[in-house]
C-alpha cells in the first residue's frame, strides 16, 4: 500500500504565496509521474502541473510562469511553489503519482487534499 500526504495550504491573500509538498510512502519501487490537481467547488478536478521521473514538466495555461513543480526523489516527494495566487486559484488540490510498487505492478494513487483559499 502507498499512501500520499499532502501539506502547506491555507489561507493566503490575493498576490501572495504558497508552497504545497506531497510525500509518498509505503511499498514503492519507484515513482513514475508525479502531479498536482486542483477541483474548485462546482468544477471538475483538473490538471494543474506534472513532472516526470526525468524531472520534465508541464503546466495548466492558468497557471504558466507563477506555479512551479519539483520533486525530490529522494524523499520521494514533490513541490507546487505557487507565487502570484489568485481568488481563482482557490481549490482543494490534490497531489497523485503514477507509483511502481514493491510487488511490481504500476498503479495511480491520490492524496486527500490540501485546501487553497486566496482572498481577494
Known amino acids: 500500500q502507498v499512501q500520499l500526504v499532502e501539506s502547506g495550504g491555507g489561507l493566503v491573500q490575493a498576490g501572495g504565496s504558497l508552497r504545497l509538498s506531497c510525500a509518498a510512502s509505503?511499498?514503492?519501487?519507484?515513482?513514475?509521474?508525479m502531479g498536482w490537481y486542483r477541483q474548485a467547488p462546482g468544477k471538475e478536478r483538473e490538471l494543474v502541473a506534472a513532472t516526470t521521473s526525468s524531472s520534465s514538466t508541464n503546466y495548466a495555461d492558468s497557471v504558466k510562469g507563477r506555479f512551479t513543480i519539483s520533486r525530490n526523489n529522494a524523499k520521494n516527494t514533490v513541490y507546487l511553489q505557487m507565487n502570484s495566487l489568485k481568488p481563482e486559484d482557490t481549490a482543494v488540490y490534490y497531489c497523485n503519482a503514477e507509483v511502481v510498487s514493491r510487488d511490481y505492478y504500476r498503479r495511480d494513487y491520490w492524496g486527500k487534499g490540501t485546501l487553497v483559499t486566496v482572498s481577494s
Open positions: 509505503g511499498s514503492i519501487l519507484s515513482l513514475r509521474a
